[in-house]
């Protein structure tokens, strides 16, 4: 238990948390967005797909209460990191600019406030859609949630599409730089494969985002 205590209290191991907790967050990421996409294809598909998932109860709330812990989790120790960051480097005020050898980028030095929104847009967006109101359809003879039609309204505004547009763009620099940090805490960045990792990274950061703000444009201009 000390030990345990001793290592959230300790800078590297706080890093490893914010790393794999970040890690985790990024897969359910993806799998969200290979999900979301299928309403592009076929809203009878995505409203099938969606009460797939949620009909085994016991699965549903292992994985709800599962992804809860992890963004707490991933929140409380960036806050910690944050602070510690501060107490322990208090002439970063002093030299600020980049210099030409740092990584240093604008959403890298403000994690915190894309945190902040990102943490603001998943609140309004669980109230929209996890806990908003429920329309019902018939497929196939049997009775389910048309999230599809939930979806599908949400976007019929040009502010709300571009409140989706704006929050996932700071997502994606969100990782972008978070995959980065993640790398060089888990002591995964060999020089070797620095150029090899950061096509990947890049390919995943950007294939996730594309495959979100690909949605809220298409069905409102185009439709589905
Ligand atoms: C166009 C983009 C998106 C669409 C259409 C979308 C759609 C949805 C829908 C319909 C649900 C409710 C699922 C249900 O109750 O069955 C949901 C849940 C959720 N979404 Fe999204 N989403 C999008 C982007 C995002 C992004 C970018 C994030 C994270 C930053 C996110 C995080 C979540 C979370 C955490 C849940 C709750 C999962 C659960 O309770 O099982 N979503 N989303």
Redesign the pocket.
């Known amino acids: 238990m000390r030990n345990c205590c001793r290592f959230f209290n300790s800078s590297i191991g706080l890093k490893i948390t914010m790393a794999l907790t970040g890690m985790l967050l990024c897969g359910f990421?993806l799998l969200?967005m290979l999900g979301?996409v299928i309403?592009l294809f076929s809203p009878e598909a995505y409203n099938l797909y969606?009460f797939k998932?949620?009909s085994n109860k016991i699965f549903?709330y292992t994985?709800?209460v599962g992804?809860l812990g992890l963004a707490i989790l991933h929140i409380l120790v960036a806050i910690k990191l944050s602070l510690h960051n501060r107490r322990s480097r208090p002439e970063r005020y002093q030299n600020k600019k980049n210099s030409g050898l740092s990584r240093r980028t604008w959403y890298s030095s403000n994690m915190i406030i894309t945190g902040g929104i990102?943490l603001y847009?998943?609140v309004t967006?669980?109230l929209d859609?996890?806990f908003g109101e429920e329309i019902m359809t018939v497929q196939n003879s049997v009775t389910i949630r048309d999230?599809a039609a939930?979806?599908i309204g949400e976007f019929q505004e040009m502010g709300d599409v571009i409140f989706?547009v704006v929050?996932?763009t700071l997502?994606m620099f969100h990782i972008l730089h978070g995959l980065r940090s993640a790398f060089a805490s888990l002591g995964l960045e060999y020089p070797r494969y620095e150029k090899s990792f950061n096509v990947l990274s890049k390919l995943f950061v950007f294939g996730v985002s594309a495959g979100?703000i690909v949605?809220?444009i298409w069905i409102y201009f185009v439709g589905v």
Do not use: K
């Open positions: 990421l969200h979301n309403i969606s998932l949620t549903l994985a709800e992804l990102i847009f998943i967006h669980l859609f996890r999230v939930s979806v989706y929050a996932i997502l979100f949605i809220p």
